[in-house]
Structure formats: structure tokens, C-alpha cells
């Protein structure tokens, strides 16, 4: 065994610890608390192995797309949350979580750290089938639990169906199958008062 590569492993997997105490915008679906970037993270996990027989592509690689779920957000360990619909947290957002992954993969022995930024990259781009699929159920994700938590986030901040729809465009070209879905809850939303029309 490398002892060096085991400490810089060791030295990284507590490190993004961290993530337990990254608070997102979003409820917990029982309205008990925020989430976590963690509980995140496992939730798009386990959704995009769940939804995967609606993926808009047999070409998905789910393997690959499970370690996105696991990356996607470990930056926000330095860079912090962005809320989706926060436009002026989101002026910034590029360059912040630009230099928390300069900081947190390097971390890693060489191989690792080119790989999971790597993968942070790709879903961060969205252009390839795996992080278009993944890209969808990252969107999906809170979107449910903002459903089943009477709007939430989207009443907190005064969100408008223009805007939820721009935001789940993902999902129509990631996930097709689950569009009537989405735009059912959209306008469900809408009636309740959850989503400004």
C-alpha cells in the first residue's frame, strides 16, 4: 500500500465531510429542515438510478453519471450553495466554484484528482448524453421536493413560472418521458399560488 496516497485520500474524504453542513434553499420532503448538499447529492443518486428507464438515451452510462451525483456539488464545500433562481449569487458562481476545485481536488493523489474534476467538468458542461441525463435529474431532484413542500423555495423567493420552466428545460431534453409530469406540477403550482404565473 501507497502510505502516500492513502493520506491524500484520507485528508480528501474528510475534507468534503464537509458537505453534511452545506445547507441548500430546499426542504427536506417532510418539511423538517433544509437539506444538505450530502443528502443532495445521494438523492440525485438514487433518482437517477430509479428514473433511469426514462433516460432520453439507451447510450447513458449509469456508472458514470452516479459518480457526477457524488462530485457534482463538492466545490460548494469552499464555494458554498448557489440558489438556482438567485441571479446575482449566480453572476459569480463560475469563478467561485472554479477556485474551490482548484483547492479541493487537488487534494487527491494526481490520477483521482484529474478524474473527478473531470467528471465535475463534463456535468458542469452539460453537452454529453451522461451529464444531459444527469443535468436533468439534478433539476428534478429539488423541483419534487418543492411540489410536496407547498412551493417552498419558489414561494420564499417569488419564483415565476418563466422561470421554472427555463430551469427545467433540462429535463425535457434529459428526461422526455417525465415533461407531462413537470409541467402537470407547474401548473398545479401555479393554481396554489406556489409559482408566480
Sequence with gaps: MNNDRFEKQLQFLIEVDKMKNVLRQTLLADKSRQETDAEHSWHFALMAMTFYEYAYSP??????????????DLVEVYAGDTFAYDEEGNKDKQDRENKAADKLFCLLP???AMEYRALWEEFDAM???????????????????NSV?????????????????????????????????????????IKKGYIKE
Excluded: C
Aim: charged fraction near 25%.
Design 127 to 145: 453537452e454529453t448524453p451522461d451529464s444531459i441525463y444527469a443535468a436533468a435529474i439534478d433539476r428534478l431532484q429539488p423541483f419534487i421536493n
Design 110 to 112: 494526481q490520477d483521482q
Design 59 to 72: 447510450d447513458i452510462d449509469i456508472l458514470k453519471v452516479l459518480k457526477m451525483a457524488l462530485v457534482h
Design 149 to 189: 413542500t407547498q412551493g417552498h423555495t419558489w414561494k420564499l423567493y417569488g419564483v415565476s413560472k418563466e422561470n421554472v420552466y427555463k430551469r427545467m428545460e433540462m429535463v425535457k431534453k434529459g428526461i422526455p418521458a417525465l415533461w407531462d409530469f413537470v409541467e402537470a406540477v407547474i401548473d398545479d403550482s
